[in-house]
């Protein structure tokens, strides 16, 4: 057995793609933008979603067209040949011990707050989060599936009863009047909007597994942003109405303390299970999508490897295990270390906006027609987004010029002469 399960279906894929675009973000991103541009930042996210649009429609289209477990280095292999994939490959595994980490260690943070006292150690709270990440995945895409769209469920409920007991009036969904002093303070929300929406270039590895991935691949990812999209802006307006935002407290916090003015302190522990499962699904997508890198990439040039094997779920089991004992070697270096974990993030975000910008590159060189102007657009997009992203710019490019060089010539060079 060399493929993967297809049993991926239309609803489990919204609900996995919706889920890790909320991820962490839902509970930190909206009460920053407003922090940054008050009510304007709903103009932001307005922005942001058109914005967004052409970049998911073109993924969309690169998924349809060849779904892969690879995705985006096997977009890149269909454009430019093999040699720039692996590169791509590796660089999409390099945020492995730098990216994921820091987001297992924010959904293990509140893990820590509903475990027994005697178990309440940040560390402890990782290793068993990393655990559950690659008990979950060696179960099957199918049962991951469902387990997010039930996450995906929670978040939603959640936010709807935030605006039926908030109270809103007509005018706290009114987009404000722009003054030309607004347009500043809207570019820099944005910059920090973007990465909730980070996570649809992990979601293109799961295109193989879709049971019909013409129709549905496509279909989840649209719907997806829109769900993710509506609901950043919802809980938005929550957050400007009850002014949950404007200090460094209300950065991370700003849904246990609304929820704790709309409904009593009672519910802190309800909001520290849906803060982690909404983490939780975030990491666990990206989880998959790495394992399944690992995979193909075994799969295709060293087929005999342990990492090329399938378990008897159609799941490549050897791989996701792989990963997560990286995954669990990265929480326990930086959790003894205490090692800035904002700074590997933003080292993250600039691998993560480089593999959009090569996605986009070979979508413009791939597609035809409509599609073509769409992925040329998404280009410009992206090569915005990645000139704003200062110094982390520099070492994605770095990591990826390094993964570049021709080392498998210069090992087969022979030994000069004396």
């Known amino acids: 057995m060399n493929q993967l399960k297809q049993e991926i279906s239309l609803l489990s894929g919204i609900g996995q793609l919706s889920t890790t675009l909320l991820g962490t973000g839902l ?30 429609l073109t993924f969309a289209q690169l998924g349809k067209r060849y779904p892969n477990a690879g995705g985006t280095a096997y977009f890149v292999r269909m454009a430019f040949g093999p040699r720039l994939e692996k590169s791509v490959a590796w660089l999409f595994l390099s945020v492995i011990p730098v990216g994921v980490p820091a987001a297992i260690a924010l959904a293990a943070g509140f893990l820590e707050q509903i475990l027994p006292t005697s178990l309440q150690d940040p560390l402890l ?91 549905d691949f496509p279909i989840a990812i649209v719907i997806g942003c829109l769900v993710a999209g509506l609901t950043y802006w919802a809980c938005s307006v929550v957050i400007l109405k009850l002014g949950a935002y404007g200090s460094a407290q209300f950065e991370s916090t700003s849904i246990p303390w609304m929820a704790a003015q709309l409904f009593g302190p ?50 490549p089991a050897n791989a996701t295990i792989a990963v997560g004992a990286v995954l669990l070697l990265s929480c326990v270096v930086g959790e003894i270390s205490g ?51 200062g110094w982390s710019m520099f070492y994605a490019v770095t990591i990826f010029a390094v993964l570049t060089l021709p080392w498998h010539k210069w090992r087969k060079l022979p030994p000069q002469a004396t």
């Open 125 to 215: 709270a990782q290793v068993i989060t990393v655990l559950l990440l690659v008990l979950v995945n060696l179960s099957g895409a199918k049962s991951s599936g469902r387990l997010q769209t039930v996450i995906a469920l929670a978040i939603f409920a959640l936010v709807v009863a935030f605006w039926w007991q908030s109270d809103l009036k007509t005018d706290d969904i009114t987009l404000p009047t722009l003054n030309q002093q607004d347009w500043l303070p809207i570019g820099a929300a944005l910059g920090v909007m973007f990465w909730c929406f980070v996570g649809i270039e992990a979601f293109a590895h799961m295109g193989e597994e879709f049971k019909n991935p013409e129709r």
């Open 339 to 389: 090692l800035n974990l904002e700074f590997f993030l933003k080292l993250a975000n600039g691998i993560f906006v480089l593999v959009y910008l090569l996605a986009m590159l070979a979508a413009y060189k791939l597609l035809r027609g409509v599609d073509k102007v769409l992925a040329s657009v998404a280009l410009l997009l992206c090569s915005l987004v990645f000139l704003c992203l």
């Open 27 to 56: 509970f930190m991103v909206p009460a920053i933008a407003a922090g940054i541009a008050a009510k304007a930042s709903l103009w932001a996210w307005l922005l942001l979603f058109i914005a967004i649009c052409p970049i998911a």
């Open 266 to 315: 009672n519910v802190k522990w309800l909001i520290s299970i849906i803060g982690f499962a909404a983490c939780f699904a975030s990491v666990n997508l990206y989880t998959q999508s790495l394992s399944r890198m690992v995979w193909s990439q075994a799969r295709d040039y060293t087929p005999q490897s342990a990492l090329a094997r399938l378990s008897v779920r159609g799941v």
